[in-house]
């Protein structure tokens, strides 16, 4: 439902800058550059965009926006100096883009001993090239880097957002660093405690009295403690933050004496964030009590590996009770660990699988994950479907990469392979186990074709079952150590869950979106001098079904019934609402009754259900010959008009209270005056409203994106409103643009009083009527027709009776409108001495076509007879 191929006929480019140009012009100078950030990374397909500013004294880059996944799992930190070696600094100081792959970052910052990582970075300056304000820095996990696309998508994003970086608060000190990805102290909403090692405290070594870093004179209170030969030792001070250190402690965190500040926060941005909770709760005096501390930590160092530290420590207290001083050491304990980069590959390969919404994004991302930090030459994934294999992924996907067996007999993929063909790949799926096979093990063909220097299979496993499988090949001869093997059993575990999770996902999506399809319209009608356009968009907070609905309704004499509204909540029960109020709403708009009429009709069905649920809807009849229109609400948010001028605004309306929440309520119908040119704009609360933002303000961004759109491709144009909606909530916006009909009917009416001359009377209106309109043909048909129509009304119904007349071109209608909702029956056979009875029989041998519609309560008999 969200778009039927417009936003797919333009590029990329083009989609972002309509996106650029929506983008609310009321938004304050934070607001607005977050936007495009956010937008960077939409249309770049980055997995991190941050946007980085010099200070005010030229001399550093500070971070002031990033948007993605956590910084910290790519190392990025807060501050570079801008005279450092990082390519942050490199690209500012150029001032050209930076496009660098895994090797060549790796060559790029050799010199600061950073090795090659398994993703690519694009840095580029904010600036006219001679004189730049700071850098966009964007990351992928694709190896290759940012295609042709995605680059001239950020060169543009780059450039908007020039001009938009706040200043940075720049704190004083400063923290400078020659490192060009030392971690920053971001903590991720999930984190892992550090291991705390259960051996009891050693004693302390006696404490000697220091110099503070700060340059303040020494309290006695300020103790440097001493270990055995050269040990690092450090020294606290629990109210204001101060740590004295000596040169280990420092060399330990990889700083050097003239880059620190003599600041905890200092060192403690450097720490891995999963490790930074239990570190807090060491170093912070609210939550502790008076003695011996130990545990041990993680820190990101230079050359972006991972060390780790132990910290033994006695906390000291004031005079008061509480604690003063944190007294302690810190010593390397990487030796007792194993290095953390397979743990940080694994952290972040759970977090991308976190986000993955398909079996394919599941399998890019384990391929991302291993195959070029190990080194495969080839890696595929399968699905494991009864006991046949379907592949989801093959890298590299071109044919030449894989062997001729495989392009022979599988053509490169695996059309439902059975398991039983590589009964090696059986007996691993039984076990259930990561296997390796070296170079020259004997293997079936199949599979040692894939890996001539070495073959790992990983197993999927989920829920006591395998979901599938995992193949890495090497053409030249691997060894297989432990920690590779228990990295490829995590991969295996994480990749095993999400794709449960994904086909999951998939099966209540499907299901979500059948219902969906189901209760919404399928498509919309063609409307007489105007176009509608209609989107419907899930939330992505959660999988249930939600009650939002819009409809369009033709109705006779050229108008158009607009319906938008919206259930409460997300479930079955709301979807369900949802439909039947649908049905109801269109049920007694086609009945022929007046707006206000229609919806009371409406809120008193939903009163008599047996539900508490309550709903709210905006109702809009538009007569297209006019260009006027009827508005009722009900306690739903106003239509908005873009005016033939190209302003915006909501208009002011009168409102009754939501559908189910009183009985006799009242709902007040407001006019509205449309010109040609003129667009109508009905949307549901999940487009304005969200826990960021108040609704008044989400009324006044859409009226200046309605404003700022171009209302020429009306379905380009909803896809570029909703380019902006909040995900929390379901969606629903329905469009009209009032063109104006280019041939308007001519129209009369004429009341038939109760008299004996009634009859005579409205054949008289048709003839002087005909007259008008220069009718010379069929006119003694027209006559009798009216003659027919109008006697039976009178003699079979009460109430009053209307003769309507409606020329359109060659075509005449005759209508008579009484207050029965009797249709007329044609008899099945007349008799020769039947009186009556032949009155529709004549109608229906003398019109072109004839029938009957409900109207308020009655019912309208119509017959249309060419008079060309």
């Not at 970086?165 to 400063?174: L, R, T």
Request: glycine letters at 8%.
């Amino acid at each position: 439902m969200v778009s039927e191929g417009a936003a797919d006929r333009r590029s990329r480019t083009l989609r972002a800058e309509l996106a650029l140009k929506a983008l609310s012009a009321d938004a304050g100078p934070r607001e607005r550059l977050r936007s495009v950030v956010e937008q960077a990374l939409v249309f770049s397909g980055a997995t991190l965009v941050a946007v980085y500013a010099t200070d005010g004294t030229a001399g550093a880059l500070r971070l002031v926006e990033s948007v993605g996944v956590p910084r910290a799992l790519y190392g990025l930190r807060e501050v570079y100096p801008v005279s450092g070696g990082s390519p942050v600094a490199a690209a500012h100081r150029s001032g050209g883009p930076l496009w660098l792959t895994p090797e060549e970052l790796a060559v790029a910052v050799r010199a600061e001993g950073v090795p090659a990582d398994d993703f690519s970075l694009a840095v580029l300056p904010l600036g006219d090239g001679r004189r730049t304000a700071g850098c966009l820095l964007a990351v992928t996990d694709t190896p290759a880097g940012f295609g042709t696309d995605e680059r001239r998508c950020l060169e543009l994003f780059a450039t908007a957002v020039t001009g938009l970086s706040p200043s940075p608060h720049v704190p004083a000190p400063a923290v400078t660093s020659v490192s060009p990805f030392p971690v920053s102290s971001h903590v991720p909403s999930q984190s892992a405690a550090p291991h705390v090692p259960d051996s009891p405290l050693p004693e302390l070594p006696s404490a000697t009295p220091t110099a503070r870093t700060d340059g303040a004179p020494a309290h006695p209170s300020d103790v440097r403690v001493a270990g055995a030969g050269r040990a690092s030792s450090f020294s606290l001070a629990m109210d204001s933050g101060r740590i004295d250190v000596d040169e280990q402690v420092l060399d330990l965190f990889g700083l050097a004496a003239t880059e620190f500040d003599g600041k905890v926060e200092t060192l403690l941005a450097l720490t891995v964030p999963e490790d930074l909770p239990t570190l807090m709760s060491v170093v912070e005096a609210d939550h502790m009590t008076i003695g011996d501390r130990e545990l041990e930590f993680r820190i990101r160092q230079p050359s972006g590996e991972q060390r780790w530290l132990r910290l033994r420590g006695q906390l000291f207290s004031a005079g008061d009770g509480r604690p003063s001083r944190l007294l302690g050491t810190v010593v390397d304990a990487s030796d007792l660990r194993t290095r953390g980069n397979d743990v940080a590959r694994v952290q972040r390969l759970a977090a991308v699988l976190a986000t993955a919404a398909t079996v394919r994004e599941v399998s890019q991302a384990v391929v991302a994950a291993l195959r070029a930090p190990m080194e495969a030459d080839r890696m595929a994934l399968a699905e494991l479907e009864g006991d046949r294999l379907v592949v989801t992924v093959l890298d590299p996907p071109e044919p030449e990469a894989w062997p001729e067996v495989w392009r022979s007999e599988w053509r490169s993929e695996w059309p439902d392979a059975p398991v039983r063909a590589m009964p090696t790949l059986a007996a691993a799926l039984r076990e259930g186990r990561a296997a390796v096979w070296p170079a020259g093990t004997e293997l079936e063909p199949p599979l040692a074709e894939v890996g001539r220097g070495g073959l790992a299979v990983l197993p999927l496993p989920a829920d006591d079952r395998m979901v599938g499988v995992c193949l890495i090949g090497w053409d030249t001869p691997h060894d297989f150590g432990a920690d590779e093997r228990a990295l490829l059993t995590a991969v295996a575990g994480l990749a095993g869950q999400a794709l449960m999770r994904v086909h999951a996902l998939d099966a209540e999506h499907e299901l979500v979106g059948m219902l969906q399809r189901t209760l919404l319209p399928r498509r919309l009608p063609i409307l007489p001098g105007g176009e509608a356009v209609a989107r419907y968009l899930p939330a992505t907070a959660g999988l249930e079904v939600g009650g939002d609905w819009y409809d369009v309704i033709p109705l006779p004499d050229n108008h158009v019934a607009l319906v938008i509204g919206d259930v409460q909540g997300h479930n079955a029960g709301a979807a369900t609402l949802m439909g039947q109020m649908r049905t109801a709403l269109r049920a007694y708009a086609i009945e022929g009754h007046p707006p206000d009429v229609v919806v009371s009709h409406a809120n008193r069905l939903l009163m008599g259900m047996e539900t508490d649920l309550f709903a709210t809807c905006c109702y809009v009849d538009v007569d297209m010959e006019e260009g006027t229109a009827w508005c009722v609400r009900a306690g739903h948010l106003p239509p908005v008009l873009r005016h033939p001028d190209g302003t915006a605004e909501a208009v002011e309306t009168e409102g009754g209270p939501p559908l189910g929440v009183i009985t006799e309520a009242e709902f007040p119908m407001t006019p509205l005056r449309l010109g040609p040119g003129t667009l109508l704009a009905l949307t549901t609360d999940g487009l304005v409203e969200s826990a960021d933002l108040e609704f008044d303000e989400g009324m006044r961004r859409l009226s200046s994106a309605l404003a700022a759109a171009d209302q020429d491709d009306l379905g380009l144009m909803a896809d570029v409103l909703l380019g902006n909606a909040h995900r929390g909530d379901d969606v629903a916006l329905l469009l009209m643009r009032y063109d104006g009909m280019a041939i308007r009917p001519a129209r009369e009416t004429w009341t038939v009083w109760r008299v004996p001359e009634a009859v005579r009377h409205a054949r008289r209106f048709t003839r002087r009527t005909l007259r008008k309109w220069a009718v010379t043909r069929e006119t003694d048909t027209v006559l009798l027709v009216v003659s027919e129509l109008v006697t039976n009304a009178l003699v079979h119904t009460d109430g009053p009776v209307r003769l309507d007349l409606t020329r359109i071109e060659d075509r005449l209608r005759v209508a008579v409108a009484d207050a029965s909702p009797r249709t007329p029956v044609k008899p099945a056979n007349i008799g020769w001495e039947a009186t009556g009875g032949r009155g529709i029989l004549l109608v229906e041998a003398m019109s072109a076509a004839w029938g009957t519609v409900p109207a308020s309560g009655g019912k309208q008999v119509w017959c249309e007879i060419d008079v060309g």
